[in-house]
């Protein structure tokens, strides 16, 4: 089964729901790097959903601390957005302030899981990352300027921009061997004696984020900005 | 005299209310703050920082999503980690915090402080009738 195929059956299933509860505006699902897989919406204004996914992927990086992130509630004087974790992806939907929450509820968490977790059974390939991921070995980041911004060898970054139109590459995503993921921005490595080791010099702050330890080796693919 | 209920005292109503909501079965504590002052209650205080970031970009998500999804004005955000959840609200210019169990009602928490926010109003109007009918008494010329 194609990826196109998964999402036309995400689709459906966030159409079905939005035809069960008429008071959801906008549905739309995605993975935890930010890719939309389906997305439905009451009209055609158009809504800025990455915006939305990309603010909440920062706070998902925060959330370690209370156990990762399973839901997401937004609670306004004219409607609700809802955000919750189903299997690796998330499910969003925003409705009216008059919509019965409870039955919103209840058809989500039945329907959209079920149909994840037929696709998945079914699909033989996974979603695919839009890259593949560089194995890179962590290195501590530290000094009083460092600020958020990791440092990696040009060629890779170099390597990657010519893979995606000579896009400029000024943000990574970096997973550890335990599933935790950290994005940041990255610029090339500036000390002669670190480069061309194959190491990602992390700053302390997303260092101790990760819980990364030294020598550990680490999953890094880069953020491709959007239209490439 | 001021109609406006002055930040001070409604940082102190806040307080009171938030160490009550502490004293609640699976509260974990709260975090309290506007421009000048910051409260902190927490079971775990290793954890000062970690939560106040997170109570930070609660609200600024949140604020996001609302402005995108057109939700008027944001009244609460909540999010729900495996272990614990946290409730964000914002009350005239001071940013709560709430973290709980995951099991505890968080409506009820939202409801308590809800009514904060409608006798901060009842008296913030008062205080205006108030000024306005001394205004009236003493703009009145005696016979």
Redesign the interface.
């Known amino acids: 089964m194609s990826e196109d195929i998964y999402a036309n059956a995400l689709h459906t299933a966030l159409t079905e729901v939005r035809n069960l509860c008429p008071d959801i505006?906008?549905s739309f699902i995605f993975t935890k790097d930010g890719t939309i897989i389906a997305e439905t919406a009451q009209d055609t204004a158009e809504?800025?959903?990455q915006?939305?996914i990309h603010?909440?992927q920062?706070?998902i990086e925060?959330?370690?601390?209370?156990?990762?992130?399973?839901?997401?509630?937004?609670?306004?004087?004219?409607?609700?957005?809802q955000i919750s974790r189903v299997n690796n992806m998330y499910l969003a939907f925003?409705a009216s302030?008059k919509a019965d929450m409870a039955y919103i509820q209840s058809v989500t968490r039945i329907i959209l899981p079920a149909v994840v977790k037929l696709l998945e059974n079914i699909v033989s390939t996974p979603i695919k990352p839009t890259s593949s991921p560089q194995n890179l070995i962590a290195e501590n980041l530290t000094g009083l300027f460092i600020g958020e911004t990791a440092q990696i060898d040009d060629e890779i970054l170099l390597e990657w921009s010519e893979t995606f139109d000579n896009a400029q590459i000024g943000e990574i995503e970096i997973e550890t061997s335990n599933g935790k993921i950290a994005r940041c921005k990255v610029k090339p490595i500036s000390e002669h004696d670190f480069k061309g080791k194959g190491l990602i010099r992390i700053p302390e702050k997303i260092y101790r984020r990760l819980e990364v330890e030294k020598g550990e080796p680490v999953k890094v693919k880069p953020i491709i900005p959007e239209g490439k | 005299m001021s109609a406006k209920r002055k930040p001070e005292e409604i940082y102190a109503d806040l307080y009171s209310n938030l160490e009550n909501i502490r004293a609640k079965e699976g509260v974990i504590g709260y975090i309290l703050r506007n421009s000048k002052f910051a409260s902190v209650n927490l079971n775990d205080p290793t954890?000062i920082i970690?939560?106040a970031?997170?109570s930070t970009?609660?609200l600024?998500?949140?604020e996001?999503?609302?402005k995108?999804?057109?939700?008027?004005?944001?009244?609460?955000?909540?999010?729900?980690?495996?272990?614990?959840?946290?409730l964000s609200l914002v009350i005239d210019d001071q940013r709560i915090g709430i973290?709980m169990d995951k099991k505890v009602n968080h409506s009820k928490i939202?409801k308590e402080l809800d009514l904060t926010k409608l006798n901060q109003k009842r008296n913030a109007s008062l205080n205006q009738n108030s000024q306005e009918n001394q205004e009236q008494n003493e703009t009145e010329v005696p016979p």
């Open positions: 505006t906008h809504v800025s959903t915006k939305t603010s909440f920062k706070l925060k959330t370690d601390t209370i156990g990762g992130l399973n839901a997401f509630l937004v609670n306004g004087n004219k409607g609700i957005l925003s302030k | 954890k970690d939560y970031i997170l970009e609660l600024e998500t949140g996001v999503a609302t995108i999804f057109e939700l008027g004005s944001m009244n609460s955000v909540v999010v729900e980690g495996n272990n614990v959840k946290v973290f939202s």
